[in-house]
């Protein structure tokens, strides 16, 4: 069985630029995470969906970030505008079940460059 | 919020050298991870562990949830073992997201 793959593994951009960060999950998973770490700092979560609608979104930034998972299968993570302190790794992790107690099972991860 | 504590915050170790890494958290959980962040970023799973002890080759963790504390047991380091160690835990109340400490990165020294 295939784990959580992300795409690109690494993207370098210039400021103001724009990015999209695809996810596909395990197949079956309807939970879907959103995650990062940037400036060397802890990994923070971004937000969650349960399929195609989003269950949480506390931990999204701002406004220049913009989640999708259309359909409930792969997901998208845009930055638009693209600033410097958007540097960092990006992770998506997918769980059979919608309570924490369900492992999540976390992608490779895309490192993000803006320079 | 729940805190995570990871213990130590760095450790360089020989090569063959074994290692314990802590990790507190202040609150009941009903999830706990372990991750291996390596050199290129990847984020590597190594345990589900809420509670017990597990064993993968050279790696073991051991949960104690009543006394709210993991440890990550490393034998015979390698250089491929190099990087940062987290934990992450989940709530049982409230949402479902994991969260991290500020992990443990280890180097091994040839």
């Known amino acids: 069985e295939a784990g959580v793959t992300q795409f690109p593994s690494h993207s370098v951009i210039e400021k103001g630029q724009t990015v999209t960060l695809r996810c596909d999950p395990i197949?079956?998973?309807?939970?879907l995470y959103w995650y990062r770490r940037v400036m060397g700092k802890e990994i923070k979560f971004l937000l969650h969906?349960?399929?195609?609608?989003?269950?949480?979104e506390s931990g999204m930034p701002n406004n220049r970030f913009l989640a999708e998972r259309t359909g409930g299968t792969y997901s998208t993570l845009k930055v638009q505008p693209a600033e410097l302190e958007d540097s960092g790794v990006y992770f998506c992790?997918?769980?059979?079940?919608?309570?924490?107690?369900?492992?999540?099972?976390f992608g490779p991860g895309t490192r993000l460059t803006v320079t | 919020g729940i805190q995570v504590e990871q213990s130590p915050p760095d450790l360089i170790l020989q090569e063959g050298a074994n290692s314990t890494l802590r990790c507190n958290f202040s609150?009941?959980?009903?999830?706990l991870q372990w991750f291996h962040q390596n050199p290129w970023g990847q984020l590597i799973n190594l345990f589900y562990?809420?509670?017990g002890t597990k064993q993968n080759g050279r790696l073991s963790a051991t949960t104690v949830a009543t006394e709210r504390y993991s440890l990550l047991y490393i034998s015979s380091s390698q250089t491929t073992d190099s990087g940062v160690y987290f934990c992450?835990?989940?709530?049982?109340?409230?949402?479902?997201?994991?969260?991290f400490g500020t992990g443990t990165r280890l180097t091994i020294i040839p």
């Open positions: 969906f349960v399929k195609e609608s989003k269950q949480d």
């Open positions: 992450a835990v989940g709530r049982p109340f409230g949402n479902e997201k994991l969260t």
């Open positions: 562990i809420p509670s």
């Open positions: 197949s079956g998973h309807d939970n």
């Open positions: 609150d009941s959980v009903n999830n």
């Open positions: 992790a997918s769980s059979q079940g919608a309570r924490s107690s369900y492992e999540q099972y």
